[in-house]
């Protein structure tokens, strides 16, 4: 029990000196905040990054633990052999983004990016959709 207040005492002291340091210099003060607050800046939008895309499953996809992405871009013909791969594959979607849309309504127009699917695209997510139906055409190229 002695230790752990000598400890505590200790601390208080450090802390007391610490503050004192960073009063007498504020220039320094300055530029230790800065930097303190930009490198938990940097590693909580990282940390928010891998959260989303890595350490969570997606909430939508039926079967999150199935699913392989190549990271590399494929060809339409490459993607027609992955398909045809059965052995390996039990579904295969492509997709192609960034690609920028134009949507009008009563005049008014405005520029939104989207991506172009295959028509295997959401079965083989296990997507069904809240209203309507899905394309049913493959995607041709």
């Known amino acids: 029990m002695l ?19 960073l009063v007498a210099s504020p220039g320094f003060t300055v530029v230790a905040l800065l930097s303190l607050s930009m490198g938990i800046c940097i590693a909580a939008c990282a940390f928010s990054e891998m959260n989303g895309i890595v350490l969570r499953n997606l909430p939508v996809v039926s079967k999150p633990d199935e699913l392989v992405a190549l990271e590399l871009p494929a060809t339409y013909p490459e993607f027609k052999r992955y398909r045809e791969r059965s052995d390996v594959f039990v579904a295969a979607a492509a997709y192609l983004a960034p690609v920028p849309f134009t949507l009008s309504f009563a005049g008014h127009k405005e520029r ?5 699917v295959s028509g295997s695209y959401f079965s083989t997510l296990g997507v069904t959709p809240a209203m309507g139906r899905l394309s049913r055409r493959s995607m041709q190229m």
């Open 3 to 21: 230790k752990s207040r000598r400890y505590l005492a200790d601390i208080g002291r450090d802390i007391t000196r610490s503050i004192r340091a």
């Open 112 to 116: 939104i990016w989207g991506h172009l």
